[in-house]
């Protein structure tokens, strides 16, 4: 098992900064296991979409929606993935997902509100 935890989200206002974080804990075995890992979001009544994903050598991939505003990056020794969100849209708003797929199994987190409003 895999356990993702997510933290920093929030309210805020248009045009301002959020930092997401995510801490996968777990067996040895499984974290070296974790190639690829991710954020994903689900607005209220839209399906769950891809945000940012970066690989374990760093190769990162981001929606055409968020690119120049988002940035992934992660810190293998502390198996920790973040999401440094600038120019905050209200489009922006939803529950945030942090993913890691494994050879084990596919983890989610439990989600971030993030809401972006004035």
């Known amino acids: 098992q895999v356990q993702l935890v997510e933290s920093g989200g929030g309210l805020v206002q248009p045009g301002e900064s959020l930092r997401l974080s995510c801490a996968a804990s777990?067996?040895?075995?499984?974290?070296?296991?974790?190639?690829?890992m991710g954020w994903y979001r689900q607005a209220p009544g839209k399906q769950r979409d891809m945000v940012a994903t970066?690989?374990?050598?760093?190769?990162?991939n981001y929606a055409d929606s968020v690119k120049g505003r988002f940035t992934i990056s992660r810190d293998n020794a502390k198996n920790t993935v973040y999401l440094q969100m600038n120019s905050l849209k209200p489009e922006d708003t939803a529950v945030y997902y942090c993913?890691?797929?494994?050879?084990?199994?596919?983890?989610w987190g439990q989600g971030t509100q993030v809401t972006v409003s004035s």
């Open positions: 970066i690989t374990s050598g760093g190769s990162t």
């Open positions: 993913n890691a797929p494994t050879v084990f199994g596919n983890y």
């Open positions: 777990g067996s040895a075995l499984r974290l070296r296991s974790m190639g690829s």
